[in-house]
């Protein structure tokens, strides 16, 4: 069994920074592509970011710079760096992973999410 568990969320001001941790445990052989998907309520979950085993990146447009993604292969942990944060940053994050166990071929996981909003 995985599991993928967020951390870091939570109230911040507009400008401010959070750092989100996700980390990967159980019955893992490989971890290969991570990422950050998020989701308003009533609104479709969006892509963040990812990056690869080899540390490749990848960004949705309206990043501009904005958040940083890395990751740390040796604990199986993606985090999110998010600077300069906006109202419409608000959002629920969730962390992603593809994994392959010991009895499984790879298979995408997901983490229950992580609550960061942006408000005075």
């Known amino acids: 069994q995985v599991q993928l568990v967020e951390s870091g969320g939570g109230l911040v001001q507009p400008g401010g920074s959070l750092r989100l941790s996700c980390v990967a445990s159980?019955?893992?052989?490989?971890?290969?592509?991570m990422g950050w998907y998020r989701q308003v309520p009533g609104k479709q979950r969006e892509l963040v970011a990812t990056?690869?085993?080899?540390?490749?990146?990848n960004y949705a447009d309206f990043m501009k710079g904005q958040f940083t993604i890395s990751r740390d292969n040796a604990k199986n942990t993606v985090y999110l760096q998010m600077n300069s944060l906006k109202p419409e940053d608000t959002a629920v994050y969730y962390c992603?992973?593809?994994?392959?166990?010991?009895?499984?071929?790879?298979?995408?996981?997901w983490g229950k999410g992580t609550l960061v909003t942006v408000s005075s």
């Open positions: 990056i690869t085993q080899g540390g490749t990146t």
């Open positions: 992603t992973a593809q994994i392959t166990t010991t009895t499984t071929y790879i298979k995408a996981y």
């Open positions: 159980g019955d893992i052989r490989s971890v290969y592509t």
